[in-house]
């Protein structure tokens, strides 16, 4: 068993020395996962995680104000996209569904609606039933299908 690890440590080939060494960060020498170029606390280092960061930023910043009445929204941003993506995909739903599916507030998800509404990029309609008037949002210019009483 000695043997074979004496002719392994033969065979091995040094790295070439320009090349950065696997799961080594380059800015502190600390270790990374998966032959990253920077560790955890590095990371800011890398363009587009400074984007995805400052683009998070902007998002925070807009949905802690899409409740109140003149708040800039940002009607291609990623939270409009994604609430207009979710209601194209499944259909009309409640305020309840998506505010569960994306989690979001309500709050915000009202101003959300109330600007896309305004847009023209979507519609809100109130669902009567026995118990409570239930809000459903669909795309708009798609008229719900209506369920026939048996």
């Given amino acids: ?18 090349l950065p060494k696997s799961d080594i960060c380059w800015e502190c020498g600390g270790f990374t996962a998966f032959g990253k170029v920077y560790c955890i606390n590095h990371l800011d280092q890398l363009e587009y995680v400074r984007q995805i960061k400052a683009e998070l930023i902007v998002r925070a910043h807009e949905e802690a104000n899409a409740h109140k009445k003149f708040a800039r929204i940002d009607l291609k941003g990623t939270r409009a996209t994604e609430i207009l993506d979710l209601i194209a995909y499944r259909g009309a739903l409640t305020l309840s569904r998506i505010s569960s599916e994306l989690d979001l507030p309500r709050k915000a998800l009202k101003g959300y609606l109330a600007r ?11 669902l009567l039933t026995k118990r409570k008037a239930t809000i459903r949002v669909a795309m708009s210019g798609k008229k719900e299908r209506k369920k026939r009483k048996k």
């Fill in 116 to 126: 896309l509404e305004q847009a023209g990029m979507l519609s809100t309609g109130t």
């Fill in 1 to 18: 068993m000695d043997e074979e690890y004496l002719d392994y440590e033969e065979d091995y080939i040094e790295p070439d020395s320009h």
